[in-house]
């Protein structure tokens, strides 16, 4: 059985950034930020690369329930392919302490880069492994993304999305040669320009949102 982060890691008014999502040929990168309370222990906190499906779901639904403070953010496709994906990251995770209704009084970041924030941040690598905030962000963002990635099955069948969650599997580079390039794939990623490419072009990219 996984241990947890040990709890009394938690300092208050703390928050712990994560993102889910860099690394898929599709979808939206998906942060969270999360400010945990000292006075109601969360057992299990861990990586959420870690955990089942089954304690993720369990833990997103406790973390909501008992965090400070917490918000989920995101960078959308268009954004991901005009900022490329290191800054349209960090725009998301600018999103998601922002989005907190409790201003922390600092911020840890998952990873080796920090994005710009109204107030201090420090980077910690490894930080869902260490950082019991960092690693109750990565739990949200990861069960949001998946949930995400479960509808876009629905809505472009055939690319095997609810299983790969759009990363560059067999499967779906596959899919991709075989039936194309989808409206949330992401057309800077070579993969996709490729496959775009061999069917006579880019799709048009939309408006940036406001």
Not at 150 to 166: F, S, V
Not at 199 to 204: E, K
Request: charged share 20%; glycine share 8%; with cysteine.
């Amino acid at each position: 059985m996984q241990m947890g982060l040990d709890f009394e890691l938690v300092e208050e008014y703390v928050a712990g950034v994560d993102e889910v999502g860099r690394g898929p040929l599709c979808g939206p990168v998906v942060t969270a930020a999360v400010i945990l309370d000292p006075a109601r222990p969360i057992l299990g906190l861990n990586d959420s690369k870690k955990l089942s499906q089954a304690r993720r779901e369990a833990l997103y639904d406790e973390i909501r329930e008992k965090a400070l403070s917490w918000h989920i953010a995101r960078a959308e496709v268009v954004e991901i392919d005009t900022l490329n994906i290191l800054h349209a990251t960090m725009l998301a995770m600018q999103r998601a302490v922002e989005g907190l209704h409790i201003t922390p009084r600092r911020a840890l970041i998952d990873g080796n880069r920090c994005p710009r924030l109204a107030m201090p941040a420090s980077a910690v690598v490894q930080g869902d492994s260490k950082v019991p905030a960092i690693a109750a962000a990565s739990i949200l963002a990861k069960v949001s993304r998946d949930r995400e990635m479960a509808e876009m099955e629905l809505a472009y069948p055939g690319y095997g999305i609810g299983g790969h969650k759009g990363y560059p599997t067999p499967v779906h580079l596959e899919a991709l040669a075989r039936l194309g390039a989808t409206p949330i794939h992401r057309q800077s990623f070579a993969p996709v320009r490729a496959a775009l490419e061999a069917r006579g072009g880019l799709i048009t990219l939309a408006a940036l949102p406001a």
